[in-house]
């Protein structure tokens, strides 16, 4: 597996931008000697004084043949902690990043299954597989609350066939997405074969949910892959 040879690098911000209202992408520096796996994560500080030593865990939403670095992170604007901080940084601001780590890794064709922030772990496995032009036999359901709230909606329809990308809406009802939450009935409806690999990322209630309902309906351990 991929790994660093040095713990810690420290990567300049080159550029920043909304993705949704409350979703940030951070472009960085690609340091030498940094390679990752699409799924992987690492912990993130901010090289300020204050900020070294508290660290967040934030996947790499880049591939790792790019020549720059890309984090899509969600803000949390309630209280003065790290996300917040980082939605305030600009380019010429530094991070610190560590060793990359994880757990989801793609294992197959099969269903990914997403809450809100929970498609990060996603976005880097499936653009390679758009790469390596693998995307066929997989699906995506993601999940949010509202329509303004859908990270990366259109990268997403150019992914997949209609048939194949399934967007909800828990808190809003509009005509161009499905509404409600992925339970047991609404896999049920779209899912019809429960004998493949399901791939699921999310809050925590959310994760441990789908656990059970997939094993419910068929689904073994072996193919249920989630965020540990």
């Not at 690999?197 to 997939?214: A, E, Q, T, W």
Request: glycine content about 8%; overall charge neutral; charged content about 25%.
């Amino acid at each position: 597996m991929p790994a660093l040879t040095i713990m810690k690098h420290i990567c300049k911000i080159l550029k920043t931008g909304f993705i949704t209202h409350d979703v940030k992408r951070f472009i960085l520096e690609k340091p030498k000697g940094l390679e990752y796996l699409p799924g992987q994560a690492t912990d993130i500080s901010i090289n300020l004084p204050d900020w070294k030593n508290k660290k967040r865990p934030f996947t790499f939403t880049s591939l790792n043949q790019d020549k720059v670095l890309e984090f899509n992170i969600k803000g949390y604007y309630d209280h003065d902690g790290v996300t917040n901080k980082l939605h305030q940084l600009e380019p010429g601001d530094e991070f610190i990043l560590r060793k990359p780590f994880g757990t989801i890794n793609y294992q197959g064709p099969g269903v990914f299954i997403a809450g809100g922030a929970g498609i990060t772990p996603f976005i880097a496995i499936l653009r390679q597989l758009r790469v390596d032009n693998k995307i066929s036999g997989n699906t995506l359901i993601f999940s949010n609350k509202t329509e303004k709230d859908v990270i990366l909606e259109k990268e997403f329809k150019q992914m997949f066939n209609e048939d194949k990308l399934i967007l909800t809406l828990t808190r809003e009802e509009n005509p161009c997405y499905e509404h409600g939450r992925i339970n047991k009935e609404f896999l049920e409806e779209k899912i019809g074969n429960f004998d493949q690999n399901f791939y699921v990322c999310g809050p925590p209630p959310m994760v441990s949910d789908l656990k059970s309902i997939l094993s419910d309906l068929g689904a073994t351990t072996d193919e249920i892959v989630f965020e540990k």
